[in-house]
């Protein structure tokens, strides 16, 4: 079965996606309920949100690091001109 949030193709056993950690939709039909189907669907749209408040926080510390960076040849605009220098 695929992952519903990043597609990834799960062994029929597993009952979270082992890529992101999301639950496996056919497993709702066990647990019952709309309402239980709302809980598992706001949590991982919390995982989801997190993740990207983490990945948020450590751009914005790169640039904070960039930006201080006293070699001023780079700067924020192109923080990763030094990556495609020829």
Same mark, same amino acid.
């Given at each position: 079965m695929k992952c519903s949030r990043c597609a990834q193709e799960n062994p029929p056993q597993d009952k979270f996606c082992p890529e992101c950690g999301t639950r496996l939709r056919r497993d709702l039909a066990?647990?019952?309920?709309?309402?239980?189907? @709302?809980?598992?669907?706001?949590?991982?749209?919390?995982? @989801?949100?997190?993740? @990207?408040a983490e990945q948020q926080a450590a751009t914005?510390?790169?640039?904070?690091?960039?930006s201080a960076s006293p070699n001023t040849a780079c700067s924020v605009n192109w923080a990763f001109c030094g990556v495609y220098a020829p």
């Open positions: 066990s647990n019952g309920g709309s309402d239980r189907q @709302a809980q598992i669907q706001n949590d991982d749209l919390r995982r @989801a949100l997190a993740e @990207a914005a510390e790169t640039l904070k690091v960039i």
